[in-house]
């Protein structure tokens, strides 16, 4: 691989040389033109500027100056939104400090289906590296895409289901090096078409190493190597799918392919191997006659598998099977409004096996009707809708009489109602000044995970109890006991106040929020330890180490954690800016903040810190240069059992180089980042004491589109 890549740049730069002359402009923008790019997950096909709710999109050259292996890493910069970060393997979008089952992750509308939701650990099974724009919705998102999305959503999209015609063969390819873990990443994507038919290619395959960091990994040691060890990743995939297009209805259908394996930072000789399946598609019914004048229908069927292994034997398998149907109708204005009806269904077969499961397998289904209703008045457009969804969570209590056979630990099915309702307006004051204000009201149930896990999470390093259970404590004895009561579902009353400024040279934004969160969901620290097969307490177990002459490490004890409910309070903003100063030079500067409280007055964990970056770009010619700085601010507003994180400055250059050879337009760059070594640790992240953020590294790329 390695040999075809070093051949790739080669022929490259000797184009280069020989055609320096071709191109007398840049051939595009390294940023996204917010005035025509259509949110795809939004069923208005609005801009960001006619959203009332916070949006982002990365897309074309700026979502390709942000890529990385994970997700989470790839938008980690985008305002508003942080990294997960467990190493450099696998790592999901925070997104104003909430992460895990408050994020709805999709795949061209659809849920990814995978275990992302379920542990730091597990990898987002979606590819950036194929993708044609993110969509990133800030704050509650749970009228299209149901409960799991009342903290943002994060739509990945790509050309996977062709749905508009086109001639001939048009796509790109794509092919990166990095030196930090002697990492190669190539993919491509290819769509032809004749007629009314169109069809879809597109592949990857990414190979790393060890990644290299600035000191050692543990916060601790003193000396010892400057490889993450077991960071290494090795993955590949592709994607098939056709279209047939006519003028009033338009059906595409696709499989893709995944597999990916990877190290577990911070666990000697454990590693995961992950594949999925995935079927999709859409059928679109346009110009009917009638009330409902367009119907559109999204179907997804997901086989996921990964298991986790200790080196050569399997410890658990995660296995998560679902199908997806999402349908709804376009209706014809009434009384000015035009909106959507639909239902949506999703049915989720999760399981985990083996000696170090956590959570019981569990089929979650739910239904829901949504309503979505817009209409324009003059210098305002009013958006308002509701959704109703039951969820139900069949668990099988199989799991609980090997896990503590001396309890009878039986579950009835779960059910809960879920009510969210919206309402939003955008006030366009004149031709360059948008003023937008949305509320949310957004219930949650909780998920599988929060209510009944019972057992060791060795991503987290954590032993995890639902909230389907209480300990009690009889003669000293720690004894976990099924609760009477259900978990209750989770309440937010979101305010989103929006502000934003766009003219050809100039465009800003300010967002500001408030999230109020009744009976949320959080993992409270014990002062319990789980060791030898049973509950004492942590100084128990400090006397029992120093008595054994051990380090807590060696003496294998696990945290415990409870999953309990409490009333928090979530506020912040998120600020940006970008000015073209003159043909040749533009600025961007950003900032966000996120403050999260419970109602005992503790805070709430694993927030990150306020952040504020800078960039300059330099355009001339062929050429685009830019410099970034971000600094990321200590954080000491920390929940229990928490410590606190430095504070660190990351410095990252890049030249972009853009060349014009008949019908291919080609973009060369090379890209450094943590140009300083600093050490960084991210304070969101399960491993900060444990896996900093790489040390000082380049990057050689090289993409072609034709």
Same mark, same amino acid.
């Given at each position: ?202 592949? $990857? ?314 009976? $949320? ?71 966000? $903040? ?113």
């Amino acid at each position: 691989m390695k040999v075809k890549y070093s051949a790739i740049v080669l022929a490259v730069f000797a184009a280069l040389s020989q055609n320096s002359d071709a191109v007398e402009k840049k051939i595009q923008k390294d940023e996204s033109d917010i005035e025509t790019i259509l949110i795809t997950a939004s069923p208005f096909q609005r801009t960001i500027l006619e959203s009332s709710v916070p949006v982002t999109i990365l897309s074309g050259e700026e979502l390709d100056q942000h890529q990385a292996a994970t997700l989470g890493e790839t938008l980690k910069n985008v305002p508003g939104v942080h990294s997960s970060y467990f190493g450099p393997v696998a790592s999901s979008p925070i997104i104003r400090g909430l992460d895990g089952p408050r994020i709805k992750v999709l795949q061209n509308g659809l849920g990814a289906s995978d275990a992302s939701r379920v542990g730091p650990d597990h990898q987002v099974s979606t590819e950036t590296s194929t993708a044609s724009q993110i969509e990133i919705l800030r704050g509650p998102a749970t009228l299209l895409y149901g409960s799991g999305a009342i903290g943002g959503v994060v739509n990945v999209v790509d050309n996977r289901l062709p749905v508009t015609r086109q001639e001939g063969l048009i796509g790109e390819v794509f092919a990166q090096y990095d030196n930090v873990a002697d990492a190669t990443t190539i993919s491509t994507d290819l769509n032809a078409g004749v007629g009314d038919f169109v069809v879809h290619l597109d592949a $990857y395959n990414r190979s790393t190493n060890d990644y290299k960091i600035p000191v050692p990994a543990n916060i601790n040691e003193q000396g010892g190597s400057t490889k993450l060890s077991n960071s290494a990743m090795d993955a590949d995939g592709y994607n098939l799918g056709a279209g047939w297009i006519q003028d009033d209805t338009v059906v595409a259908l696709a499989y893709g392919k995944m597999n990916s394996e990877y190290g577990l930072p911070g666990e000697e000789g454990v590693f995961i191997k992950l594949k999925q399946d995935r079927y999709q598609g859409v059928v679109d019914w346009n110009n009917l006659d009638g009330f409902v004048n367009a119907v559109h229908w999204q179907n997804a069927y997901t086989d996921y598998e990964h298991s986790e292994i200790d080196v050569v034997e399997v410890g658990t398998t995660f296995k998560n099977e679902s199908i997806e149907s999402r349908l709804w109708g376009e209706h014809v204005a009434v009384f000015g409004w035009k909106g959507v009806l639909g239902l949506h269904y999703n049915n989720s077969d999760f399981e985990a096996i083996g000696e170090e499961a956590f959570t019981p397998p569990t089929k979650t289904d739910s239904l829901a009707l949504f309503l979505m209703e817009e209409r324009q008045t003059g210098a305002f457009i009013w958006q308002i809708g509701t959704r109703i969804e039951q969820v139900t969570h069949t668990v099988n209590n199989d799991f609980f009489a090997a896990r503590d056979p001396q309890q009878s630990i039986a579950f009835a099915d779960t059910d809960y109602v879920a009510l969210s309702g919206s309402a939003g307006v955008v006030y366009k004051i004149d031709s360059d000044n948008t003023l937008a204000f949305n509320y949310a009201y957004s219930e949650r149930a909780p998920s599988a995970s929060e209510f009944f896990s019972y057992g060791p999470h060795i991503g987290s390093g954590t032993y995890e109890i639902g909230g389907g259970f209480e300990i009690t404590n009889n003669n000293d004895q720690q004894t976990v006991v099924q609760t009477a009561n259900d978990m209750d579902k989770e309440v937010s009353n979101n305010v989103d106040l929006s502000y934003r400024f766009n003219t050809d040279d100039l465009n800003a934004s300010v967002s500001i929020f408030h999230n109020q969160v009744d009976n $949320y969901i959080f993992e409270d620290f014990t002062n319990l330890v789980f060791s030898d097969g049973g509950l004492v307490s942590s100084q128990v177990f400090a006397d029992q180490v120093a008595t054994l002459g051990e380090s807590a490490d060696e003496a294998g004890g696990l945290p415990v954690v409870v999953f309990a409910q409490q009333n928090a309070k979530l506020y912040g903003y998120e600020a940006q800016i970008d000015w073209h100063l003159n043909d040749h030079w533009r600025i961007e500067a950003f900032t966000d $903040y996120t403050r999260a409280k419970l109602a005992s007055g503790l805070n709430v964990p694993r927030i990150p810190p306020m952040r504020i970056g800078s960039s300059a770009h330099y355009e001339s010619g062929n050429w685009h240069t830019e410099m970034e700085v971000i600094r990321n601010s200590k954080q000491d507003k920390i929940a229990m059992n928490e410590t606190d994180t430095r504070g660190y400055t990351m410095v990252s250059a890049s030249a972009n180089y853009y060349l014009a050879l008949d019908n291919v337009d080609m973009t060369i760059y090379i890209k450094g980042d943590n140009l300083t070594n600093q050490e960084a640790r991210v304070h969101s992240s399960y491993l900060k004491d444990a896996a900093p953020l790489s040390s000082r590294s380049f990057s050689i790329g090289v993409r072609a589109r034709f």
